[in-house]
């Protein structure tokens, strides 16, 4: 068979001839179809766009979650904490970002932002070409927009899924202005790994605000959107350079840049800033998100509240000093492991700067990740028994309103105090008396006796009121709950009171809140109510206020004596030795507290210029072994002040103001003004009210002896005759002076000499008797088991020249003599007692009851 002939050229000149008066008519109606068939596509895209609604996240700028950054009070950076995604993230407001960051996106991803509505038909039309052309996809069409549309509402690679993402564009380009889309795309696509907006990216990998990058860095992130993983630089710079370059070249060829500015850029080597530490400060952390550190201490300061801050503010410039508070981490961890042998399992650190409240280091526990010593506890915050670290509180309240000044004398001597449950009888820490002891050294070597009795003659009720007044909040319940033991810390306070209650002293009496937060900057300006001050790279930076005058809450004469007594080191040496922890190559006021059952060490004090507490101790409350405030947390103390003072050069206290304290001579023993007869003076620092009231000495005495016997002289021969000086003690005292083989003055008259004149035995003027034992109010309960006597021994305290004293017992009147003492068979009921003896005044009678 044959091929089939083709037509002719006169048949196809008879279709031409049949076709051309028709020709006009079929190339309108082809026009037509070709017009609808490209403007339908952008009709039903325009419809599309119409019904799509905007993402809730551009409808509501002020959501904006953004990871935290925590910076020291030098700009360094302690941690990061990711927004709720994952992400790094830090908002960025357009007008902050730089022009060549700007510059750089529009070469890499969109020149022709400017002009196109969200979708660009000439980028789409191109890359259709080139993929018809080299069968594969040689450049993209996605716009700034379509980018940011995919980045809100992620969409699957179809056919269907792009329509919907350049819906979206449409109504992102119909809704917003072109600044605002440039800047949510900058602040929300992906500029690397867990790294969403620019700001991220820019402080990540090269540590400085956006606006602060180099030509050549801007173009490198500008290059990261097209592929966050594949251009990563810490996985190898070679694809992001070579890409980074491109990009410069795409900005000379559109005029974004200038010849010599891209040779330069070019030229620049892709430089990464060094990783950070990551994980600085994580108690502090916890505690300023948490807001547990009160009113002014964290970010709810401001206006802002404090938790919803974690993803809110992209900063918070904390108070602290970086390299101070790595410094110490590491003294705690080391103090941790030496005192492992002695059952010691934590320890924590705070340190204060005076002038402002503000915290400069703060170690929660010696590592947070200690799981078997429970690390992850705050003891910054943690609620512990502070010992004796109140006793400086107590004396300071008695100088004030009981006239009290550092020479006082105070009874060390074996005294109960009567309590709900019956009597108190504290004991000093080494196991003995001292008798009568200076209020200087009964505060300085921590002698427990006088702090007891000084908080008796104040009254738990007013003691508490002055704790609280100076910030020691957490001792909430009533004064009979705490008694006069809350001299000895009877109670439970945080580190950070406490050390804000000394830096209080270190104030010369002038209270002022801790602070941990010195300026946030927020993801958006709805975050607080106070309108903030711009800063450089910051959305909305806001400074905290300073901190103001402080309230007063001590006598500034009286707190000034407290810093002196507590910054003397000899007067500690009795209890604590010389070359103790507490003793520093400058001046220093410290205080060493231990808690009942060595369950908490604390040591504090300050110089002029920073506070340092310390806690040793166990968080499950487990008692330690043995060891005390002096060899627990003082070693630890000692090295943090040492951190602290190559922080804060330490500088000698001012010296006391003329005006309100005068130094004086006082008599050794009595602290009063000395007589002729006072073996031994020292220098006191007393307010100048008190200097100047100061009585004369009468502890001292001399009394004319007859050296043959030691008796008292009569009328001896004068070479029979020497006069010696005697100590003469209050009752409190008296028992505890014969005990100790103090010199007391002999009552008894030489039988060589005659009688006294005046007669024997004649107590000396004013002399009190007093009931010793027991205390008013104690509550004795007869136990049936015991098929003994069962009694009780009454003691009475009598001063010297008294021969025979009385007990009165419900009314009978019983005689006794030195050591005016009596066993006393229990007898059920209410009992009343007193002590009379001739020529001594009673004491009080007391009440006590027998069950």
């Not at 599309?48 to 905007?54: E, H, N, R």
């Not at 551009?58 to 990711?82: I, M, N, Q, Y």
């Not at 007008?95 to 038909?121: N, Y």
């Not at 492991?337 to 929660?364: F, H, K, M, P, Q």
Request: aromatic content about 4%; hydrophobic content about 45%; proline content about 8%.
């Amino acid at each position: 068979m044959g091929a089939p002939s083709s037509p002719g050229p006169g048949r196809a000149r008879r279709w031409l001839a049949a076709v051309r008066p028709r020709l006009p008519l079929l190339l309108r109606r082809a026009a037509r179809i070709a017009l609808a068939l490209a403007v339908a596509p952008w009709l039903l895209l325009a419809f599309a766009a119409a019904l799509t609604k905007l993402p809730p996240e551009l409808a509501a700028p002020e959501e904006r979650a953004v990871s935290t950054v925590l910076l020291d009070r030098h700009g360094t950076v302690l941690r990061e904490l990711r927004a709720g995604d994952g992400a790094r993230a830090r908002w960025l407001p357009l007008a902050e970002a730089g022009d060549r960051i700007q510059r750089a996106l529009l070469a890499a991803e969109d020149r022709r932002f400017a002009v196109h509505p969200g979708v660009d038909p000439i980028a789409i039309a191109r890359a259709l070409g080139q993929l018809a052309a080299e069968r594969r996809v040689v450049s993209g069409a996605s716009t700034i927009t379509q980018q940011l549309a995919r980045a809100l509402v992620p969409r699957p690679r179809t056919v269907r899924g792009k329509l919907g993402e350049m819906a979206l564009a449409l109504r992102i380009e119909a809704s917003l202005s072109k600044r605002e889309i440039l800047e949510q795309y900058l602040n929300r696509v992906a500029f690397g790994p867990g790294l969403r907006g620019v700001e991220a990216a820019s402080r990540f990998y090269f540590d400085k605000p956006t606006a602060d990058l180099s030509l050549a860095e801007a173009a490198a992130l500008a290059s990261m959107p097209r592929g966050p993983a594949l251009y990563d630089p810490r996985r190898g710079a070679g694809p992001l350079e070579r890409r980074r370059n491109r990009v410069l070249d795409r900005m000379l060829a559109a005029g974004l840049a200038g010849e010599a500015e891209v040779a330069r850029a070019r030229a620049e080597p892709i430089a990464l800033a060094p990783k950070g530490s990551g994980l600085g400060a994580p108690h502090l952390v916890r505690a300023v998100l948490g807001g547990a550190l009160g009113p002014g201490a964290g970010p709810a300061a401001g206006g802002a509240g404090a938790a919803p801050l974690r993803g809110r503010a992209s900063s918070i410039t904390l108070t602290i000093d970086r390299g101070l508070q790595r410094e110490i981490e590491v003294l705690a961890q080391q103090t941790v492991r030496g005192l492992s042998d002695r059952d010691v399992g934590a320890a924590a650190v705070v340190v204060l700067e005076n002038a402002t409240g503000e915290i400069l280091a703060y170690v929660g526990s010696h590592d947070i990740e200690d799981t078997a010593g429970l690390g992850h506890n705050d003891g910054v915050l943690a609620l512990r028994q502070p010992g004796s670290a109140l006793k400086p509180f107590v004396y300071e309240l008695a100088m004030e309103q009981l006239g009290f000044t550092a020479a006082t004398v105070l009874p060390d001597v074996e005294l109960s105090f009567p309590t709900a449950d019956g009597s108190y009888a504290p004991r000093n820490y080494d196991g003995r008396f001292h008798g009568p002891v200076r209020l200087r050294d009964a505060l300085a070597s921590s002698y427990n006796v006088p702090a007891v009795w000084t908080a008796a003659a104040l009254g738990p009720e007013r003691v508490l009121a002055r704790l609280r007044e100076l910030g020691l909040g957490s001792l909430d319940r009533e004064p009979s709950r705490y008694g006069v033991a809350i001299a000895l810390g009877d109670g439970e306070v945080r580190l950070l009171d406490l050390a804000n209650a000394y830096a209080t002293l270190a104030r010369g009496g002038v209270y002022l809140p801790v602070r941990a937060v010195r300026a946030l900057s927020l993801a958006s300006p709805a975050v607080s109510d106070v309108a903030p001050a711009r800063g450089a790279g910051d959305a909305a930076t806001e400074p905290i206020d300073p901190p103001g005058r402080g309230a007063r809450v001590l006598d500034a004469a009286r707190a000034r004596v407290i810093v002196d007594i507590l910054a003397d080191d000899k007067a500690r040496i009795a209890s604590f030795g010389e070359g103790s922890a507490l003793d520093l190559p400058f001046p220093v006021a410290a205080k060493t507290g231990t808690s009942k059952g060595f369950r908490d060490n604390l040591a504090v004090g300050f110089t002029p210029d920073v506070t340092v507490a310390v806690w040793v101790g166990n968080f499950d409350g487990s008692p330690m072994g043995g060891i005390s405030g002096i060899t627990g947390a003082g070693p630890l103390f000692r090295d943090a002040m040492l951190a602290a003072a190559r922080v804060r050069p330490p500088r000698p206290f001012d010296p006391p103001d003329p005006e309100l304290l005068a130094e004086v001579e006082v008599c050794s023993l009595s602290g009063m003004k000395p007589t002729a007869v006072c073996p031994h003076r020292r220098r006191e620092l007393l307010p100048r009210g008190d200097a100047a009231a100061l009585a004369p000495c009468d502890m001292h005495e001399a009394v004319r002896i007859d050296r043959r016997n030691g008796l008292r002289a009569g009328a001896c021969p004068d070479a029979a005759v020497e006069e010696r000086v005697f100590e003469r003690h209050d009752a409190e005292l008296t028992a505890w002076a014969r005990a100790a083989g103090r010199p007391i003055a002999p009552e008894e008259a030489s039988p060589l000499c005659g009688p006294l004149p005046g007669g024997d035995g004649v107590p000396p003027a004013g002399a009190r008797v007093r009931v010793a034992y027991p205390p008013d109010g104690a509550r004795f309960v007869l136990d049936p088991s015991v098929n003994s006597l069962q009694a009780i021994r009454l003691r009475a305290d009598v001063p010297p020249g008294v021969r025979r004293a009385r007990f009165v017992l419900d009314g009978r009147s019983i005689e006794v003599g030195p050591p005016f003492s009596l066993d006393w068979p229990l007898v059920a009921g209410a009992h009343r007692l007193r002590v009379e003896a001739d020529g001594a005044s009673a004491g009080e009678e007391i009440a006590f009851s027998v069950e």
